[in-house]
């Protein structure tokens, strides 16, 4: 850190020449995979360019959020957030649903990204800019865009000029640890027909969370790093030939997670034998140390090539991921030590949840597109991808066995193991085959100077084989059951765009989205009580989730940087996909929900008013809604999923502003100076459905220890509260440098962004938590 506060100090001031910040950016964006602008795509979409991301100070999708309507990001740690798009959530998915698919595409230019709740979360640097295509995009982008589709499209290698780019920040975190980055781009031509672009960077989260661990306290236990690079070679061998290879390297390290804790087995103030305690903000209780990696590499090749009436294009990408979730599982497993009965010091017994994801991904998609003169314009491709995606959890808990054969009988923890190793309660191997194919395409056309008509269409086949086995005493002791799911289907998209004047366009839309269906892991029977056991055993697979979305929407640019999007829009949902908390089971499990909608309204509005003064506004309003019930075996509605009850983790209401002033000066050799406010507001929500009943944050935990009898109540709302982040940035800015002082939730708000629940409860509550107030200083430099 001492290295980067001293390259940023001494490079503070540079020579350069005037900055022009009153040009307005040309933006081309890809959202239809042919380049437009973005008035001319027939749908709602948000675009951040690259001097968006920087004046922002985004370096993640849940920072740039901040400033795009309709778009929500459920944090759950680094690498763990889940996006939403037009209210369009399933609830919360936890690490360990590895059957459950994305409600939202992510693609890094041509190459998905999509992992259900493990989506890489790459680093913004030297980004063109990040597409935010609403609405389903099931036509050109597939499965898992249901709700919508982003799309993180890179700079390219530039064949004409050697060009390059340093960024330096430090940061220092109210009552937590410093944090910084160093980032790099260097762009080399080799030669008139070929060029190579390098980027480079190291990231220092800063921790804030402090962890309590048996009367001692230890500070910024949530501490981590991002590091990574992309190296991408164009060659263009003729003027109609470009090939693309790339490949990409990050990863993620971090010693803990943003989760600040209400109520623990070991730390709560109901206990008397141990000592009791009042955990506060931004604190946890752990018997041992947590960790989060994730290790992604991607390689792809993209072709380009030119012939005299269309453009052929083929993307292959090869992805491989190693994710570890290693969790203080001590609460979790001692709880169950309770409920069978072993003495105090097995209870206390320190217990590592270590959960792994394997992932291997193939994906090659051909498309040729129309090259003539617009009036009418068709493009056409085949998808497939091959995914095996091995998924395991152990469970070493030190000298387990022996109490458990104490307790229970000689040889029971060796007779439930099932060929696992001693001393883990709970192992389980779950690898999963993918196989996907489709067949898209979409067809434009004028009907009139005015009016385009845009009719498109992609069939899909699909089909997943999931092998499952555990062992141990917590678990069902399965062995090799194979299951299998399999659709295919048909999803149509109509679009139209009718031209009210020259700057004013009015567009509609149809189109379905779709999201492929699955298995429910077993529960941990084990763990059930009798009444968990019956209103959840009967769960084990789910089908597919379809979407129609109807939407109309208004788009006008005017020169005078009067920049104008509305649109309103309703979408009917079948066989919602909605995951629920299976009480004691410590499982989750996904169903369907026969009906729900999503209805709402946005807006997007920025404006130069004045020389140098810009304004941006966006917002949505959101009506997202259960419209059927399902019912419990044993009776009553199952988790809160009743006709008119609000569907998880979305908020009914959000709305952001930015105002930026950009004036010239004599300093720094003739620099600007700019002065930046952002204000973002979000409204309330519910992490899952159930948190909604009547009496949902009473949590009594049965169990009886350390001097508590187990009746004691914890009291918790669980409506999210609505909160309101402030950021400011000003600084000096010339054509190649810039340097910027910055301060992030400048009112240090501590927001609840999800809730957390161990065994349904009854061992561990706690919320996730964003980062308190950061104060930091950015210098770039390009050359």
């Not at 060009?163 to 920040?169: I, T």
């Not at 090799?480 to 679009?495: A, E, H, I, Q, Y």
């Not at 000096?732 to 301060?743: D, G, M, S, T």
């Amino acid at each position: 850190m001492k290295k980067i506060a001293l390259l940023i100090l001494t490079a503070i001031i540079a020579p350069g020449v005037h900055a022009d910040e009153d040009i307005i950016e040309e933006v081309v964006v890809t959202a239809t995979k042919r380049a437009a602008s973005p008035q001319q795509i027939p749908f709602s979409l948000n675009v951040q360019t690259e001097r968006d991301i920087q004046r922002a100070g985004a370096s993640n999708i849940e920072e740039l959020s901040r400033n795009i309507a309709g778009l929500t990001v459920q944090n759950l740690g680094p690498g763990q957030s889940q996006v939403a798009i037009r209210g369009v959530s399933a609830g919360q998915i936890v690490r360990d649903q590895p059957g459950v698919k994305e409600q939202v595409g992510v693609y890094l230019d041509e190459s998905v990204i999509s992992l259900s709740l493990f989506t890489p979360d790459f680093d913004l640097y030297d980004l063109n800019r990040v597409e935010t295509l609403r609405g389903p995009q099931g036509t050109l982008f597939g499965s898992g865009s249901v709700g919508g589709t982003i799309r993180y499209i890179t700079n390219q290698p530039n064949l004409d000029e050697t060009e390059g780019s340093v960024e330096l920040d430090l940061n220092t975190v109210t009552d937590g640890d410093l944090g910084g980055s160093a980032k790099g781009m260097i762009n080399l031509p080799l030669g008139d027909a070929a060029a190579l672009r390098l980027v480079g960077y190291t990231n220092q989260y800063a921790g804030f969370i402090d962890a309590i661990t048996d009367g001692r306290k230890r500070s910024d236990v949530n501490e981590g790093t991002n590091n990574g690079f992309r190296a991408a070679l164009r060659f263009e061998p003729t003027d109609t030939i470009a090939i693309t290879p790339r490949v990409i390297y990050q990863e993620i390290e971090t010693d803990g997670f943003n989760r600040q804790e209400v109520f623990n087995l070991y730390a709560n103030p109901f206990t008397t034998t141990r000592p009791a305690i009042q955990l506060d903000e931004r604190e946890q209780f752990l018997r041992l140390s947590e960790a989060f990696e994730d290790e992604t590499l991607l390689a792809d090749l993209t072709f380009e090539a030119s012939f005299e009436h269309f453009d052929l294009t083929s993307v292959t990408s090869y992805t491989e991921r190693d994710i570890l979730v290693s969790r203080d599982a001590s609460a979790l497993t001692g709880s169950v030590s309770v409920d069978l009965g072993f003495p105090e010091s097995a209870v206390l017994i320190p217990s590592n949840l270590r959960d792994t994801t394997d992932v291997e991904q193939i994906t090659q998609e051909i498309r040729i597109s129309s090259t003539g003169d617009g009036s009418f314009d068709w493009l056409f491709g085949v998808f497939w991808s091959d995914t095996e995606r091995e998924y395991a959890q152990r469970l070493p808990t030190p000298g387990y066995d022996a109490v458990t054969d104490s307790v229970l009988g000689a040889g029971t923890a060796a007779g439930v193991a099932n060929g696992y190793g001693a001393d883990s309660p709970f192992n389980s191997d779950l690898p999963y085959d993918i196989e996907q194919l489709a067949v898209f395409g979409e067809v434009s056309f004028d009907l009139s100077e005015a009016l385009r008509l845009t009719v498109g269409g992609r069939w899909y086949d699909f089909e997943e084989e999931r092998t499952i086995t555990t062992g141990g005493l917590f678990a069902a002791g399965d062995s090799g059951v194979v299951d299998k799911t399999d659709s295919d289907g048909f999803n149509p998209r109509v679009l139209a765009s009718y031209d009210i004047s020259e700057n004013v366009t009015l567009n509609a839309q149809a189109a379905q989205g779709f999201r492929l269906g699955g298995v429910n892991d077993p529960l941990n029977t084990a763990l059930c009580t009798p009444g968990d056991l019956s209103t959840f055993g009967s769960f084990q697979s789910y089908d597919d989730e379809t979407m129609w979305n109807y939407e109309v929407g208004i788009k006008a640019e005017f020169d005078n940087g009067v920049s104008l999007q509305v649109a309103a829009f309703h979408a009917d949902i079948e066989d919602l996909q909605v995951t629920l908390d299976a009480g004691s089971c410590s499982s989750r499990i996904s169903f369907n929900v026969e009906d729900a909608h999503s209805t709402g309204f946005e807006f997007e509005l920025t404006a130069r008013p004045a020389e140098g003064l810009e304004l941006g506004i966006a917002g949505s309003i959101v009506e997202s809604e259960f419209d059927s019930t399902v019912e419990a075996d044993a009776g009553g509605v199952l988790g809160g999923v009743e006709d008119g009850n609000r569907l998880a983790s979305v908020p009914e209401f959000q709305m952001s502003g930015n105002a930026t002033y950009t004036v010239p000066t004599e300093m720094f050799s003739g620099a600007d100076f700019f002065v930046q406010a952002t204000v973002q507001h979000v409204g309330d929500r519910i992490t899952q459905p159930s948190d909604q009943v009547a009496g949902a944050g009473v949590f009594v935990s049965g169990l009886p220890f350390a001097g508590a009898t187990g009746t004691e109540e914890t009291r918790l709302d669980l409506e999210l509260d609505p909160y309101t982040l402030v950021n400011l940035n000003a600084g000096f800015a010339k054509e190649n440098w810039e340097a910027v002082l910055y301060v992030n939730n400048v009112t240090d708000e501590n927001a609840d962004l999800s809730f957390d629940r161990e065994r349904g409860g009854r061992a561990r509550l706690g919320f996730r938590t964003n980062m308190p107030r950061t104060v930091g200083l950015t210098y770039r430099r390009f050359f």
